[in-house]
Structures are given as C-alpha cells and as structure tokens.
Antibody, heavy 121, light 107 residues
Framework: QIQLVQSGPELKKPGESVKISCKAS????????VHWVKQAPGEGLRWMGWINTYTGKPTYADDFKGRFVFSLEASATTANVQISNLKNEDTATYFC??????????????WGQGTLVTVSS | DIQMTQSPASLSASLGETVTIECRPSEDIYNGLAWYQQKPGKSPQLLIYNANSLHTGVPSRFSGSGSGTQYSLSINSLQSEDVASYFC?????????FGAGTKLELK
C-alpha cells in the first residue's frame, strides 16, 4: 500500500538547520510529486510548495523562498526539506503529501504522519 | 492568491445532529475543492474532493456541495468519532490555500 513515512521530531536552536525526510513506498516514486505543508501549533495548514520527483525541480510558495530547500534521494525514494537559519516561528509540524492522480492539480489523498520541529533556545 | 474563508471557527453539536461547515474562496475555483478531517496529533485525512465526491472509505454521512465561490461540508447524524478539525483546500491553482479550519466538538 502507498505510504509516506517521515523522520522523527527535532529540537533545534535558533540559527541552526534541520532536514526532514519523507520516504515513499508502494508506488513508483518518480510518477508523483511530493508536496510539503506546514502546521504551526494550534493553527491551520499552509502549503509550502512541491518537488517534481522526476526532474528534481522544486517550486516554493512565496513565504517559503530563501531558507527552505526541497531535495530528493531518488534512489532511496525519499524527499527532503531542509530549513536553514531556524527561527522561533518555524516551530511547527511539517507534512509531506501526495496527489491521488497524476495531474498538475489534484487533491492530497496521501499524507505523511508529520514531523514536529521545535525551535527553542 | 486565492483566499479561503471558512466558517464557523468552532462548532458544538449533539450526537445525531446535522452540522454544516462553509468555505468561501475569494474567486471561482471551479469545484477544485477538497475537505479534510484532522484529529489531534494526526495528519489530515481526505473526505471530499471535486467539491462533492466522497473519497473511498469515507462514511456516507459526509457530503460536500457547492460551486463557484460557495462550498459546504455537511455531516449527517453526527457520531462521536467525528469530533475533529475540518479544513477546506482549493487545488484549482497554485499557491494552494486552506481555510483556517473548524473545530467540531460534542455538546
């Protein structure tokens, strides 16, 4: 079955970096993009962008340009997001997600379990 | 960007009751709308796509309707396991945007 399994929680200090991974299984990894979604504590969902798993090209939402980098380990069917120069406001749960269908725009039928990143001095 | 206005922010209802949550995009999204349910500490789960199509395995007491700039999610005969937060999301165009959420509690 289709699964997205994310790496474990992280506790970081302001200014540090963190890398979150999302390992996909149960389908051909390069057939579907991986999207990333942020959820700050007690808040709603914010779409961060996506990475084309065939070409490796990332696309970032405006608020996530600069300190956020999407990458792939295609041989390991894993997508990553690295956040540099961490700020308190980066404290959140980060989800990876996949479309149900292979289209430019589609709904998210598959989600990782989420990775909590806590930024605190 | 398309703004998604979701209401109410919170809702208290009794078992067996019917509840409705609304979502209003700032422009026409041509039914490119999904509804998700999220329980504490869990990832969102897809309920409805294309505004009114029920995702596989979702109970039939959930339904979606609407078009243009007005959409709604209804839950008939509320069950205890429906206590959760609900989010709408437009996937008509990038950047994808979500409603602020509705927290559903039992009265």
């Amino acid at each position: 079955q289709i699964q997205l399994v994310q790496s474990g929680p992280e506790l970081k200090k302001p200014g540090e970096s963190v890398k979150i991974s999302c390992k996909a299984s149960g389908y051909t990894f390069t057939d579907y993009a991986v999207h990333w979604v942020k959820q700050a504590p007690g808040e709603g969902l914010r779409w961060m962008g996506w990475i084309n798993t065939y070409t490796g090209k990332p696309t970032y939402a405006d608020d996530f340009k600069g300190r956020f980098v999407f990458s792939l380990e295609a041989s390991a069917t894993t997508a990553n997001v690295q956040i540099s120069n961490l700020k308190n406001e980066d404290t959140a749960t980060y989800f990876c997600a996949r479309y149900e269908l292979r289209r430019l725009h589609n709904w998210f039928a598959y989600w990782g379990q989420g990775t909590l990143v806590t930024v605190s001095s | 960007d398309i703004q998604m206005t979701q209401s109410p922010a919170s809702l208290s209802a009794s078992l067996g009751e019917t509840v409705t949550i609304e979502c209003r995009p700032s422009e026409d999204i041509y039914n490119g709308l999904a509804w998700y349910q999220q329980k504490p500490g869990k990832s969102p789960q897809l309920l409805i796509y294309n505004a009114n199509s029920l995702h596989t395995g979702v109970p039939s007491r959930f339904s979606g309707s609407g078009s243009g700039t007005q959409y709604s999610l209804s839950i008939n005969s509320l069950q205890s396991e429906d206590v959760a937060s609900y989010f709408c999301q437009q996937y008509y165009n990038y950047p994808y945007t979500f409603g602020a959420g509705t927290k559903l509690e039992l009265k």
